[in-house]
């Protein structure tokens, strides 16, 4: 038997103030961007918006469905609007927020299980990681460099060659 470890580093704000103007540019439309959301089941609001390799910036947000499956988060809204629009193009950094119509939204959230699948694809598929900036409506931000961190261990396509 081999013990293994898995950790990894990244960067906590005590606020939006503290971020570098790109960044705090990048999060704070990613909080505006929650008002586009559709999510009547969950009151959950959710934004996303990411600069990509050639500057542009694409947006996303949940939209929800009467059949629950259904409903599509930001983060996977997005990944779809930017690989249709600029296919190949890489993303450097994508900022999620929301507005919690049910409590606070005053912490950082992290992308679900299933985007972070997603995010890791995407990574693959144009060879650059993703840098997240992760914040709430006020409040703590997180910035963590690569997407792919948040899935140690992951199965991707290399795993069926
Ligand atoms: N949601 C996202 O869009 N992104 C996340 O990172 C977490 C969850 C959405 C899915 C659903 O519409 C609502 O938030 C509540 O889960």
Redesign the pocket.
Known sequence: MEPNKYSFSYEVFDSIDDLSQEDAWLLNEAREVTSSSY?PY?N?H?GAVAKLNNGEIVVGS?Q?NASYPV?L???RALLASAASLFPNIPIQSLA?SYVNDNGESNHP?S??GM?RQSLLEYEGRVKQPIRLILGGQEGKVYIIPQANMLLPLSFTGGDMK
């Open positions: 999510a969950s959950f959710v949940n929800e409903g988060c930001a983060e999620i959230i992308p679900c985007c």
